[in-house]
């Protein structure tokens, strides 16, 4: 097999994960970074650094189209991207960095597998038992029945924003189904489409700027951004058709089993692992060039 037709087969491979991924975020919402990139690093065997800068892209433009559609139905606050992004602009910014300064080493791959480990079963957690979570960790409201203050509120969301703006500079997780568990704590009377709308714009915005930054220290591939798009665009639109005839929450709650597995698999490569065995980097998919 000549090199053209390896680099064919394994960028087809990646369209594969960037299909199955796909389909996942069209019929329930839940998945994208929190699938593809330990996908990406457990069964492809790409380095994690590589792997979150370029997940970071694909989230950004595949979530562009969600965007659009949030903005044309009026459901998108953006009072609440902006005082997300006032955290997690500089502390996306601030965490590139940090990266930069670390340099590629074992210990930042470490960093990333832990990061996204445990950004991965929080997500999964929160999927599985959103309802109750919600209802115990939400804010009890005030004698006057207001809630919680203009100014504190406003805090809060600038203090979330900087924990996702860190989170998914490192590990590409956490701009979707954190951000939108956040959002349900400090705007519970918020109607939840104006939620979604909200935090996926947020998302579209952050996976942006640390997707560019990523691109800037070189942990970005292009040729690879362009297979997993080429599967991911036609599974979100068959996923989303999916969707709307089978059981949402009967959906949901799979796709969140699945991310409990995958996390618990990616975590216990991390806890064990600082580095990819030479098993591993022989048997990892060729990078398509």
């Known amino acids: ?13 990646f369209s594969l994960a960037g299909l199955v991924v796909g389909l996942a975020v069209g019929a329930t919402g839940v998945g994208g970074g929190s699938l593809m990139t330990p996908i990406l690093i457990l ?4 380095s994690p650094k590589l792997a979150v800068g370029t997940d970071l892209l694909y989230a950004c433009l595949s979530k562009s189209f969600g965007v659009t559609l949030y903005r044309k139905h009026g459901s998108v606050d953006w009072s609440i991207v902006g005082w997300q992004a006032l955290g997690s602009v500089p502390a996306s910014l601030a965490t590139l960095l940090w990266l930069h300064h670390l340099g590629d080493s074992s210990g930042l791959d470490h960093l990333i597998k832990l990061t996204l480990s445990i950004a991965i079963v929080v997500t999964a957690s929160f999927t599985l038992f959103q309802d109750a979570i919600a209802s ?7 004698p006057d029945g207001s809630g919680l203050s203009p100014h504190l509120r406003r805090a809060l969301t600038v203090a979330a924003g900087a924990l996702i703006g860190c989170v998914v500079t490192i590990s590409s997780v ?5 951000g939108m568990m956040l959002l349900l704590l400090l705007y519970p009377r918020h109607a939840p489409v104006k939620l979604v709308g909200s935090d996926l714009a ?3 915005l952050i996976t942006a700027i640390a997707g560019l930054g990523h691109a800037k220290l070189g942990s970005v591939n292009y040729p690879l951004l362009g297979w997993l798009l080429l599967g991911a665009l036609p599974g979100i639109l068959v996923g989303s058709r999916i969707g709307f005839r089978l ?18 698999m990616s975590l216990y490569n991390a806890a064990g692992i600082s580095a990819p ?3 591993t980097q ?7 060039k």
């Open 1 to 13: 097999m000549d090199a053209s037709a390896a680099n064919l087969n394994g960028g087809l491979g």
């Open 43 to 46: 069964f492809y065997g790409i």
């Open 136 to 142: 115990r960790l939400r804010p009890a409201p005030r």
């Open 174 to 178: 956490g701009a979707g189904v954190i």
């Open 202 to 204: 947020h998302a579209v």
């Open 247 to 264: 059981d949402g929450l009967t959906l949901k709650r799979a796709v969140a089993c699945l991310l409990l597995l995958v996390g618990s």
């Open 277 to 279: 065995s030479p098993v």
């Open 282 to 288: 022989a048997n990892a998919a060729p990078l398509p």
